[in-house]
């Protein structure tokens, strides 16, 4: 997921203020890097189903293509109200522009259309309406539902949403560092055809496979499905050629991708165990085992040489 950096609420007539306080407070609280603004029909104010009556930051007109769009609204809007929405909808449909709705704004979204086999989360007595505009669309009841493109919520789920979808930001974030960090590995390990004597086609091909994923393993069996061989033979073709099953060769190159991080020196020895998924001390038991040497002495013979 590409984590957002700008929420616009489009505020239509008898949305929920509740609801937008509620999303806005957790932007405010918890992510105060990510902009949000609120955006209404012409005219730029706009009255909640309270009676409040709310000044938009910006007319709807003016929304960017790169801002991820939530639609709050009344259950029953008026026509000229409803086609001005749909007209913007629409447009940033076809701008790709990330859509979500809270409460009402739900069935908004479907009559601006919504994807075959798209699922949605609404009131119960919503359900009826949004399925007359989009039969093929499974409606749920849950407080919310989280995609990169299409997020809807209850009006009461609203803080949920936002909370999942920052969470949901966060461990992209990670999962990108990860893959950084995965690459340098790579990048310093000798390659695959030289630290390995074999010619054999579907061992080096499976070799290959570790090779790009020393962070996030694939299972022996999941490898041996993407060789088009069957486990076993998977097993037997390792070890006539490398003298060892896949799994100790697999765990012996990601070990030695984690040296690299340790006498790199610049990492928490916590957090290295942690990308490889293990704890620290079964990191440093398979590390002493396969190094002679525990990681934390490795990094400090490093450091001393280099003074």
């Not at 992209?172 to 086609?201: C, F, I, M, W």
């Amino acid at each position: 997921m590409i984590a957002p950096t700008q929420f616009t609420f489009l505020l239509l007539p008898g949305f929920n203020l509740a609801a937008l306080g509620a999303a806005c407070a957790v932007l405010t609280e918890e992510a105060p890097h990510i902009g949000f603004a609120t955006a209404a029909l012409e005219g730029r104010t706009v009255t909640a189903s309270c009676g409040v009556r709310v000044r938009s930051d910006e007319p709807a007109e003016e929304i960017e293509a790169d801002t991820v769009l939530v639609v709050l609204s009344g259950r029953d809007l008026p026509d000229d109200a409803r086609e001005a929405a749909l007209a913007i909808l629409r447009r940033a449909k076809r701008k790709n522009s990330p859509l979500w709705a809270i409460g009402a704004g739900v069935v908004v979204l479907a009559q601006a259309g919504l994807p075959e086999g798209a699922r949605v989360v609404a009131h119960p007595d919503l359900a009826g309406r949004i399925r007359a505009r989009a039969r093929r669309v499974e409606v749920g009841h849950g407080p919310f539902l989280w995609g990169e493109t299409l997020a809807t919520a209850r009006a009461a789920g609203a803080a949920a949403l936002m909370r999942h979808a920052l969470a949901q930001a966060q461990i992209a974030a990670e999962e990108s560092k990860g893959a950084k960090r995965s690459e340098a590995a790579r990048s310093q390990l000798e390659p695959v055809n030289d630290r390995y004597d074999t010619t054999q086609k579907t061992v080096l091909a499976g070799l290959t496979i570790m090779r790009a994923n020393l962070f996030r393993p694939v299972s022996i069996g999941a490898l041996a499905v993407q060789l088009g061989v069957s486990h076993r033979q998977l097993e037997r073709l390792y070890e006539r050629e490398l003298g060892d099953s896949p799994a100790p060769i697999y765990r012996e190159m990601r070990m030695e991708a984690a040296r690299i991080e340790v006498r790199d020196g610049r990492r928490p020895m916590q957090a290295i165990a942690a990308d490889f998924g293990m704890s620290p001390a079964g990191f440093s038991k398979i590390y002493l085992k396969q190094f002679g040497v525990a990681p934390s002495a490795d990094r400090r013979a490093v450091v001393e040489a280099s003074r």
